[in-house]
């Protein structure tokens, strides 16, 4: 028998498996064998005799396995199988899954606002509010109350302990640029600290798991009275989050048949401080036309807004100044008791708003609006042109 068939045997006892025989343990291994083979002139190619002695006499003998499984064998597949099966386990474990599959993601709009009536009163508007869980929210948070104010959504009955981090902030050198909301896990979205009259809008997903989940103010002590419940409810069969609830008023859906809303805002000039006027002083609008008029006061003097009939300016505002000898004037937000006035709106404190709807009058002309606390009224006036 040939030395060559015994480097073969050397070179299988060293190593060599069904899945290693592509490469040797080490370079200077088969160097080695490849030296000996060409010095011996006798070397022959095995034959199946030879195969099959050497298996039986290394039956008892534990094979010798590469640890390093080799490119093009079965080992190196399962190998690779293995590891992007814990690598696929290992990111879906790091990364939760935050949109439930299926789930349509309509961009949800809602709206919040701090309570100015009366002013300090440290509370939401609206207290209750639902959404579909899964849902994205666009919401929208108004201030127009006196106080500074945020709103921050925390995890189900993690109320108390955020708030009592927001407490603790009160002695926080940084707690102004921190906005007042506590470092914490258990906050799930929250507004910039809003000034007076200002509004913050922020975007975020409704919680998969439905219930109930607080909404506070964190400036210190405010969250024991200025709280609201944002309530997670199922999606729908469909996975589609197309329904939102709230206590505030959502206007219905236009159809053809229904009358169309020209939205009007009007806002008082703050600019310098009790210049006693309105921004915008001339307005134009069809005869008949349905509005929804927006009065926002950003300044430092109390104000409202009062539509007059034509000609008839002067008349009210007489009966205006009138009013400082009322008793009973503050409750009537200084609107006096008459035929000649269209629309009016609340007294409005510093950095709030109100809202009135009223049909524009059918006879063309030209309407004045004013201020009708005494003595505002002389400077603070403007005009709506009625046309046809």
Known sequence: MGFGFFAWVFFLMSGGDSDSNYEMKSQARAEKIKEMV????????????????????????EPKVSQKAVPGTKAFSDWMAAKAAAQSATTKDEIPETIPSGVDQKLIELKISALADPPGTMKFKEAKVEVVAGTKVSLTFTNPDVLQHNIVIVKQGKKEAVGALADAMLTDPEALKKNYVPESEDVIVSSKLVNPGGTEKIEFLAPTEP??????????????????????IPSDTKGTPDKIKSEQDVPAEKTEDSEEVVELKINALADPPGTMKFKETELELKAGTKVSLTFTNPDVLQHNLVIVKQGKKEAVGALADAMLT??????????????DIIASTKLINPGGFDKIEFTVPSETGDYSYICTFPGHWRLMQGKIKVTK
């Not at 909404?215 to 969250?223: E, K």
């Not at 009322?326 to 035929?339: G, I, N, R, T």
């Open 326 to 339: 009322d008793p009973e004037a503050l409750k009537k937000h200084y609107v006096p008791d008459s035929q």
């Open 38 to 61: 060409t010095a011996q002139s006798n070397s022959v190619v095995p034959n199946d005799a030879d195969l099959e002695n050497f298996v039986q006499s290394s039956q008892n003998k």
């Open 211 to 232: 219930g109930e989940y607080p909404y506070i103010c964190t400036f210190p002590g405010h969250w024991r009275l200025m709280e609201g419940i944002l309530t997670v």
